[in-house]
């Protein structure tokens, strides 16, 4: 009975009719409406209204005037116009450079002068730049900001803030990736945002983060909207930001371009704690080199190319370097019985001898070679300092014991590649009734972090400026990000007053957190013993609470997500006198396939107490406390959503109705 109540409601919201004035536009269109007037102020009814696109130089609708000599187009690509006017007993009007916003409606007031007077008065338009026709709060970016504003990584999402009630955290320039954006919009959480490309949803449904999502580069982008709140129900998942892109199309002209952003170490200063401890230069390089390309098909309409590559090396980005200023000296020999001589605290005074043996897993861990840290003159994995090791108690009050240490700093430059693809196609049929659009877009990412596996917040969706300390000792990490994005539109005209806009769209995200264990450093190399020992050989990672630095890889296994999202999008618009009535739907599903075992390599937790040093308790195995674990090793989650509209204006009040049914499930 339920069930058949809630399938009842969700027929008739589907059925609900969606009453507004004219400013009525789809997700990822927006409208031109308007009055046409003679030089009194007179409305002038049944004047014929053509919208050409000036880049393209099709008429894209045709109207006419009411009897109080309004119009509207609604569902109109975003584009720059030209707004020609004809009145038996007037003269043209020709209105151009009228630019069509992201879900914006362009407000034209257009005068006409009797053909009898025209040589004395000039044939104007006033455009609204301020929409007044709706409480939205956000702004378009359009192309010429978006080329022109500095982005060190050609990420265009750096630029949402410029919307009011979006902040942001801050980029480092030498940052190895795209320079992801962290967007807040008035103080919700970040996985409140909802992220689209030309209307279709390219939301990561995974972490809900901007972090893994489609990225077209700027020259793609022909705009792109950031709407903070208040839009209306056909916009919008969550309750945070909105934000839309729509890529660029093919011109009856030609048009293309060649580019390379560049920037290389040998350009730059040396950073001042590097330069103190003797290191040389981190090397900072960086080179994004593409082209563009567009133009006319002729009979089988426009096109729009664009290839971008993306090549980084930099010692200076997160998880390239290490700082640590107080790292253990160890000794030379580093056998059981010299570690326990050299570690266990000495008696001094009042304070009594602490004596340690040392674990096992310990003493091999210490006795592995490789060349992860710089490696000694002994090839060891955790090189020897310059000093002498051992343990003193300088303050026999409170006994507690201090380690030698000394500074241990290294950078090693990591990667990051990408390789992205765009091909734009649009044609009209029908003498114009109908526009089909076909947009995709190819991404092939990889970030090789050498000091990359931080803490639990690597593998949660964390940046990289958040999640990895600069004093760890981490394990190389691996993150591959692979994208695609398929839209396909239909645009058909029943009438100059009916238009149904119809919207397909498949996105793909295939993103992994790969732990890259130094050659020969693995589970069984050192003796550790667990039962994921057949999921993962990655070691325990060591935390020094006290100390404040990790040791090791990040806690979690390997993990491997894939999506593969499908949605379809309908929005009608009907266009009746004063009024416009618009009926909306759209369906969503979401195949998420996750290899996540939630199973841990294992963490370990140290800490200063019992007359020990959290590092003699980690040569001890004395563990303070531990986290780790296993559950379910591969799942797939499927959802399934759809949503309606309906508002209905009556002077200056609207309505607004969004629905969303959802259902899932889990699969052993």
């Known amino acids: 009975m339920r069930k058949w109540i809630a399938s009842l409601f969700f027929v008739y919201v589907l059925l609900a009719v969606s009453v507004i004035q004219v400013f009525a536009q789809g997700g990822a269109t927006g409208a031109i409406s308007g009055v046409v007037q003679d030089v009194t102020g007179a409305v002038v009814a049944g004047a014929q209204v053509q919208i050409i696109n000036q880049d393209t130089g099709t008429v894209t609708r045709t109207v006419k005037t009411d009897a109080n000599g309004g119009f509207s187009a609604p569902l109109l690509p975003v584009a720059t116009y030209t707004v020609k006017l004809t009145s038996p007993g007037f003269g043209n009007g020709n209105f151009k450079d009228i630019a069509v916003r992201i879900t914006e409606t362009t407000r034209l007031t257009a005068k006409l002068a009797p053909l009898k007077v025209l040589e004395k008065v000039e044939v104007q338009a006033t455009v609204q730049t301020i929409e007044t026709t709706t409480a939205t709060t956000g702004q378009a970016i359009e192309e010429r900001t978006i080329r022109e504003l500095p982005l060190a990584t050609q990420n265009f999402q750096q630029l949402l803030t410029l919307s009011s009630g979006a902040q942001s955290e801050l980029n480092a320039s030498a940052q190895l990736g795209r320079g992801n954006a962290r967007v807040i919009v008035n103080g919700q959480r970040e996985d409140n945002n909802n992220y689209l490309i030309e209307g279709i949803s390219a939301t990561d449904y995974n972490v809900s983060q901007s972090t893994n999502v489609p990225l077209p580069n700027p020259d793609v982008i022909e705009e792109f909207k950031v709407q903070t709140s208040l839009y209306d129900a056909s916009q919008g998942r969550n309750s945070g930001g909105n934000v839309n ?246 645009t058909h005209l029943f009438s100059p007053t009916l238009v149904n806009d119809f919207r397909f769209g498949y996105v793909r995200i295939n993103n992994s957190l790969i732990n890259l264990p130094p050659a020969g450093v693995t589970a069984d190399a050192v003796g550790i013993d667990r039962p994921t020992n057949n999921i993962t050989q990655s070691i325990y990672k060591f935390t020094l609470g006290s100390s404040g630095f990790q040791i090791g890889p990040t806690p979690p296994a390997d993990q491997f997500q894939t999506q593969n999202n499908f949605n379809f999008v309908e929005t009608l618009s009907w266009v009746k006198g004063k009024h416009t009535f618009r009926f909306g739907g759209e369906y969503t599903r979401v195949n998420l396939d996750k290899l996540f075992p939630q199973t841990f390599n294992g963490q370990l937790f140290f800490v200063n107490g019992g007359g020990l040093t959290d590092f003699q308790k980690a040569l001890a195995g004395q563990v303070d406390f531990s986290f780790g674990g296993g559950g379910v090793y591969n799942h797939q989650y499927r959802t399934v959503a759809a949503f309606t509209t309906t508002s209905t204006a009556i002077t200056t009040i609207l309505s607004s109705l969004r629905t969303t049914g959802k259902s899932g499930r889990i699969l052993p």
């Open 245 to 490: 892109a729509v890529l660029k199309s093919g011109s009856k002209d030609f048009h293309g371009d060649v580019y390379e952003f560049f920037r290389n170490d040998v350009l730059n200063a040396n950073e001042f704690f590097q330069k103190r401890a003797g290191q040389k230069r981190p090397s900072v390089k960086q080179n994004i080199f593409g082209g563009s390309l567009g133009g006319s098909l002729g009979p089988l309409g426009f096109f729009f190319l664009n290839y971008q590559g993306t090549r980084q090396r930099s010692g200076l980005s997160p998880g390239t370097s290490i700082s640590n200023p107080g790292f253990p000296i160890l000794p030379a020999d580093r056998s059981a019985a010299n570690l326990a001589a050299v570690f266990s605290t000495p008696a001094t005074g009042p304070c009594p001898a602490v004596p340690i043996t040392i674990d096992p897993v310990m003493v091999k861990l210490l006795n592995l070679k490789s060349d992860q840290f710089g490696g000694d003159a002994n090839g060891y994995l955790f090189p020897s300092l310059p000093g002498t090791p051992g343990v003193t108690i300088p303050d026999t009050t409170t006994c507690n014991p201090v380690l030698s240490a000394a500074p241990f700093v290294i950078s090693k430059p990591g990667k990051y590649t990408d390789d992205q693809f765009t091909t734009n196609w649009d044609k009209e049929f029908s003498n114009g009734n109908d526009k089909l659009s076909a947009r995709f877009f190819f991404s092939n990412a990889e970030s090789l972090l050498p000091f990359g596996a931080g803490g639990l917040q690597a593998s949660l969706g964390g940046t990289l400026a958040s999640s990895i300390s600069a004093t760890d000792l981490n394990f190389p990490y691996d993150l591959p990000v692979n994208t695609r994005f398929l839209g396909i539109a239909e």
